[in-house]
């Protein structure tokens, strides 16, 4: 698998995780459109091998968190019109299931879904490092303001736009809508990923 593949690719998959609960997690339809089966032949072969799936590896949501997600997410819109719940996998779900399915779709797509949850668990980890050495120079800028009456008022906006500015490029960007009943992105042209309680998206 090349580069520019994990470029196209990776982009994509983390488009479509999505934090439920407090876990990343990738939706049944999601997850079945990457490993190239219907999402019903997706969940029989799951069922057939529930014990290889204990409840941190797949979960079904809720009428509430289905709601939400279709509320937040472009591409799901069709699950309104679904009367089952659907289910969610996390990464090692997501790997066993490549596992069971055991096609090379789904053992080539499973290693790009790794990729991509690892990546973003890497950059939310980066991004909250980030964030608290921005807190720790904002407190010794406010602390060097206290000390030294001889900066100027110009000086001091300067350093504060400054920090603001690093602290904008660095945020997750913030979800279309509230995250869903508990607790990633995307623009218009793909679908929007939804924090529920991600990313992007806690590590």
Not at 22 to 39: E, F, K, N, Q, S
Not at 86 to 102: D, K, R, S, W, Y
Not at 144 to 164: A, G, K, P, V, Y
């Amino acid at each position: 698998m090349s580069d520019q593949h994990n470029t196209v690719m990776l982009p994509r998959i983390e488009s479509r995780i999505q934090v439920i609960r407090g876990l990343r997690a990738m939706l049944d339809v999601d997850l079945a459109t990457l490993y190239g089966v219907p999402t019903k032949r997706l969940n029989e072969q799951v069922k057939r091998n529930r014990d290889r799936f204990p409840a941190d590896f797949l979960f079904q949501l809720t009428q509430n968190e289905k709601a939400e997600v279709v509320a937040n997410c472009d591409h799901l819109q069709n699950l309104k019109f679904s009367k089952t719940l659907p289910f969610a996998f996390t990464e090692h779900g997501a790997i066993q299931a490549a596992n069971v399915l055991a096609s090379s779709q789904a053992v080539e797509m499973g290693i790009y879904v790794v990729r991509a949850f690892v990546q973003l668990r890497q950059s939310l980890a980066a991004n909250a490092d980030i964030a608290q050495r921005l807190a720790e120079l904002e407190t010794k800028t406010d602390s060097l303001e206290m000390s030294h009456d001889t900066i100027s008022r110009n000086t001091r906006l300067q350093l504060r736009q400054l920090l603001d500015a690093v602290r904008e490029l660095t945020a997750p960007p913030e979800p279309p809508k509230r995250p869903i009943g508990f607790l990633t992105h995307e623009d218009k042209a793909a679908p929007k990923a939804s924090r529920l309680t991600k990313g992007r998206k806690a590590p």
